[in-house]
């Protein structure tokens, strides 16, 4: 676009008899056009300002951003304090823990320096991380983040096993096969978050070995298992925590709220024993669930490369995870066994350490033993 005096100069030059009058209507229809210019640019600059400011703020599921939210920032400090996290030095180093699951995402800007020493496919056997459903890249990220999103043990060696597929169901037959690639292959602790995701249904029962008796035989080879209790509480509970949490000396995670009360979506714990399905009552320190960790609102990375909000028990158990790989990073001797023994004196330092509710006496079949307090778990560890 020529500038108004560019025409002024070419007008004189080439056909100096044209009145003036035409000089002045060009240069006015020039500047006209400039202004619309102008006026075009600074509404993008502004909507573009706007949408950048909307992506720092928004902590909607799914919308990618450069931050997480505030509320979910805001979250991870509530639950920190809840379960007496800040301050604690320790991180998870010399801890190996494998997480079954959908996956990993490991181009996560917050996880991107996390050690990730080995991966098995047990759905499409590929050879490099992925998750293509982003169940299992959340869960990861409560255990090892280390950006916007704090882990509980961020220093940890994590194995990942991907068992469930990208709508989020799994063979249970895939689910053992997966728990027991991990203890071969020198896990100290399995994470199983499989019965506690919002629409997740984990299993397709087969006839062959299952998820529950692999846990239980993970445990008498001296491996932690942590498992979820499920979502299924209140009206639609079906009497009992979910399978592999329902095994004796794994250890069963329910939920809470921010506020520590009990999170209704928590599946409620049967202890009292029946004829069918055959099962004796339980007793201390295995009633189930043993303890509540943070289960509702909780701060997670997702698939996406961005950050969301989540509820269930799946977040609980991985909570909890960190917790005990605290423990062992404190104490490990605790890894040495190869046999249940040591998850046994973990149970009842959990049973000792953790806060009951209000007015609690005993276990709660909602509520467990209490709520996860790691600092308390880490002195009772100590003597």
């Known amino acids: 676009m020529q500038s108004p005096e560019e025409s002024n100069e070419e007008y004189a030059f080439e056909v100096q008899d044209i009145p003036i009058t035409a000089t002045t209507d060009a240069t006015e229809a020039n500047l006209a056009s400039v202004q619309k210019f102008v006026a075009v640019g600074v509404s993008i600059l502004m909507l573009c300002s706007m949408i950048y400011i909307g992506t720092l703020l928004f902590s909607g599921d799914g919308f990618v951003t450069y931050r997480p939210g505030d509320q979910a920032l805001e979250s991870q400090d509530v639950y920190s304090d809840l379960i007496d996290f800040d301050g604690i030095k320790l991180n998870g180093n010399g801890v190996t823990v494998c997480i079954v699951d959908s996956g990993i995402m490991p181009e996560h800007p917050d996880i991107d320096t996390a050690d990730i020493v080995m991966w098995k496919d047990f759905v499409e056997d590929r050879a490099s991380p992925y998750d293509d459903h982003g169940h299992g890249t959340s869960m990861a990220g409560i255990l090892i983040a280390d950006g916007w999103m704090k882990g509980i043990a961020p220093k940890v060696d994590l ?152 509820d269930g028990t799946s977040a609980a158990t991985v909570y909890v995870t960190g917790a005990i790989a605290l423990l062992l990073q404190d104490n490990p001797s605790l890894g040495d066994s190869s046999s249940s023994t040591n998850s046994e004196q973990v149970k009842e330092w959990i049973q000792q350490s953790v806060q009951p509710e209000e007015g609690q006496n005993g276990h709660d079949d909602d509520y467990g033993y209490g709520l996860l307090k790691i600092q308390a778990l880490l002195d009772q560890a100590n003597g």
């Open 159 to 310: 194995m990942v096993a991907k068992a469930l597929s990208d709508d989020g169901y799994g063979d249970d037959g895939d689910v053992a096969e997966a728990i027991d690639w991990c203890v071969t292959n020198g896990a100290d602790i399995i994470s199983l978050s499989l019965g506690g995701a919002p629409d997740v249904l984990p299993f397709n029962i087969g006839s062959g070995r299952g998820s529950d008796e692999a846990a239980a035989d993970a445990i008498d080879q001296g491996v932690f298992v942590i498992a979820a209790a499920g979502n299924d509480g209140g009206d639609e509970d079906d009497g009992d925590v979910s399978s592999p949490c329902s095994e004796r000396l794994v250890i069963c995670v329910g939920g809470v709220k921010q506020n520590g009360e009990h999170w209704s979506g928590s599946s409620t714990g049967d202890n009292n024993g029946r004829a069918f399905p055959f099962m004796l009552p339980r007793s201390d320190p295995n009633q189930k669930p043993e303890l509540v960790a943070p289960a509702q609102k909780v701060p997670v990375i997702n698939y996406e490369g961005s950050w969301s909000l989540v």
